[in-house]
């Protein structure tokens, strides 16, 4: 039996439902990352790896980029985003996290 890392059936559900209620963030950052647009490398949005669903993802880079929301800067939140980051990195994944204003606020809107 193949242990599979990346889109896990069991998520699929849940990949769907965040790529439908993206935050503007997440939205704008996607229309700046959708089609090859930077470097000519394909990222994904809501992309699972392991149990963990990412914001986006560009598999031949082997990198993860996260938005941050408010909710991501209480101390539960916290703890749970660094065991997160671990499993990631632990696979080989490089995690970049930007907060939500710094995409709203530096991306040129499409």
Not at 75 to 99: A, C, P, Q, W
Request: charged share 30%; aromatic share 8%; with cysteine.
């Amino acid at each position: 039996m193949v242990n599979r890392l990346h889109n896990v059936p069991q998520l699929k559900e849940r990949r769907r439902q965040k790529r439908n209620s993206l935050t503007p963030a997440e939205a704008l950052l996607w229309k700046n990352l959708q089609r090859s647009q930077v470097g000519g490398r394909k990222f994904r949005r809501q992309h699972s790896v392991g149990p963990y669903v990412v914001d986006f993802c560009c598999p031949a880079c082997r990198l993860a980029v996260e938005l941050d929301g408010q909710g991501h800067f209480d101390s539960t939140r916290s703890e749970y985003d660094v065991k997160r980051m671990r499993f990631l990195e632990e696979n080989g994944i490089r995690v970049v996290r930007f907060e939500n204003r710094q995409v709203l606020n530096r991306l040129k809107k499409c």
